[in-house]
């Protein structure tokens, strides 16, 4: 059962647009969420991050908005650059502890 | 580079062999955690370990076992290798337990083939 989805595999969107990607979960038990970005031949890195509490964290140009009610959240990138080609990951702790449930991913594809 | 290093980066061997694959959380990280990443099932939660201790199992096998030594660092022990096993195994590492404001940095993975 996959408590975490991310329902699109790819994106391919224009250099200097918005890029929004997208996370669903089902757990309504999760009250922290986190994007990890990864780069081929590379481990994912921390991206951002949102408590439960909030509805809205911004990071330069990255914002990612939780709308609980609806368990949905996703992550925005303004303006979209071309070292934002990468795979985006959701993810909420809950895999046991402190371990994170990981979405399948979305492979971001910045087009010049 | 996040500071966590993993060995050996590629391993190859064959079905029913056993395995070890190393990892060197960040300096001063007392958390290590596992993650296995395999095509069909995405990054998937394995084990924590903290200071030593085992603190949380997630989705892992009987077949696989880990530890923390002294020095921090972590082994992960994967035996009765099958075809399935295929993958890139992810180690992390944070500073302390729990999840707010401890982000996880994570190592450049090993990637497993059974043949």
């Known amino acids: 059962d996959q408590q975490v989805k991310q329902n699109s595999p790819s994106l391919s969107v224009q250099e200097g647009r918005i890029s929004i990607l997208n996370c669903d979960y089902t757990n309504s038990m999760f009250d922290y969420f986190l994007w990890y970005k990864k780069y081929p031949a590379e481990g994912p890195t921390f991206l951002i991050s949102?408590?439960?509490?909030?509805d809205k964290n911004e990071d330069g140009r990255f914002t990612v908005f939780l709308n609980k009610s609806a368990k949905h959240l996703s992550l925005h990138i303004v303006p979209s650059q071309p070292g934002d080609s990468a795979v985006y990951f959701c993810a909420a702790p809950g895999g046991g502890a402190d371990g994170l449930t990981f979405g399948k991913g979305t492979h971001l594809i910045i087009q010049p | 580079d996040s500071g966590v290093t993993q060995t050996p980066k590629h391993l190859i061997t064959a079905t029913g062999q056993r395995v070890t694959l190393r990892c060197s959380p960040r300096?001063?990280?007392?958390?290590v955690y596992w993650y296995q990443q395999s095509l069909d099932q995405g990054l998937q939660f394995l084990i924590q370990?903290?200071?030593?201790?085992?603190?949380a199992k997630g989705n892992i096998l009987e077949r696989f076992s880990a530890q923390q030594f002294p020095d921090l660092h972590s082994e992960l022990n994967l035996s009765s290798l099958e075809l399935g096993d295929s993958a890139l195994y992810f180690c992390?590492?944070?500073?302390?337990?729990?999840?707010?404001?401890?982000?996880?940095?994570f190592g450049p993975g090993t990637r497993l083939t059974v043949l």
């Open positions: 300096s001063g990280d007392l958390s």
């Open positions: 370990y903290y200071n030593g201790e085992e603190r």
């Open positions: 992390a590492s944070s500073v302390t337990t729990g999840y707010l404001y401890n982000e996880q940095f």
């Open positions: 949102i408590s439960s509490i909030k």
